[in-house]
């Protein structure tokens, strides 16, 4: 059992993008686990700052901040990163469509944001850096993937900055597709079926994807950030689920209509590929993928064969599982 409370009280921690579903999520874990001395919201929207302080009580806490910034601005970093500890790197542009046709973009925000964090974290004396990262960083076929492994490499190659001081430490955390989330297949298909659609679209019948909910998202980050040494990709273990069978879990009354797959969509995702495994470790409930100078404690080498899919995976959420899921989240 992990005691977040001694790790994280009297800590100022600051999220990039806090005010997104991730944030909220993280912050009440944190709240509720430990007293932190500051948690800091940094994202550029002030309408989610708004919106989260008239949500609920306990974004109102006396040791919340909001502070309105851009990754993409280096000098407003340098002023939100003074005296802070730890930072969750969630900010993010993510939309798989509009990067293919925003490149330069996502380019900026995804790329050159996280080269941002990172230098500005680097010369703010901060502890540690965990940036959220996702399965569509591995083998890469879309844009928005491509521009998240340019910005786990970005993490990974940290301490090569850092140098003998040791600090901060980066990481990174990657793991799939977020139940529930802003902008996300549930909340849309939610409402095409409140408005009375005829039938639920599906890109492809076929298509799997690796499924997680904000909470647990949220306490894998948690968890990895307490642990990391630097230098990892931290995966935790998930269930795989067929899109149709969410279409059956949410609307058994309506039918499937096929409209076909989008530019940059992958029929299956990758976790950690082949080629990682030759540094990939197993734990009871996550993989690390290290680097050569990670120092973190070693777990079961995996087989030099091994990778992570969501069409291979041994774990499966069925119909069943998923409307139990559901009702959870409503």
Known sequence: ??????FFTNKTILITGGSGSFGQAFIR???????PKKVIVFSRDEWKHSEMQDADP??????????LGDIRDKERLYLAFRDVDYIIHAAALKQVPAAEYNPTEFIKTNIIGTMNVMDVAISSNVKKVIALSTDKAAAPINLYGATKLCADKLILSGKSYVG??????????????????????LPRWKKMIQDGVES????????????????????????????????????????SMKITDLAQAMAPHLPIKNCGIRPGEKLHEHLITQGEAKCTFEYP??????????????????????????????????????????????
């Open 58 to 67: 306990v974004f109102r806490k006396s040791n919340l901040r909001y502070f």
């Open 164 to 185: 003998d001081r040791g600090e901060p430490k980066l990481s990174v955390v990657r793991y799939g597709n977020v139940l529930g989330s802003k902008g996300s297949l």
């Open 285 to 330: 409930n996550h993989y690390v993928v290290r680097s050569h100078r990670s120092k973190i404690e070693e777990g079961q080498k995996v087989e030099s064969n091994f990778e992570y899919s969501s069409n291979g995976n041994s774990q499966w959420l069925e119909s069943d599982t998923l409307q139990k899921t559901l009702l959870m989240l409503t």
């Open 1 to 6: 059992m992990i005691d977040y409370n001694t």
């Open 29 to 35: 874990k944190i709240l509720s686990t430990s007293k």
């Open 200 to 239: 639920l679209p599906v890109t492809d019948e076929r298509m799997t994807r690796f499924w997680i909910t904000m909470d647990q998202a949220a306490e894998f980050v948690m968890q990895s950030l307490v642990i990391m040494q630097g230098e990892e990709i931290f995966v935790p273990k998930l269930p």
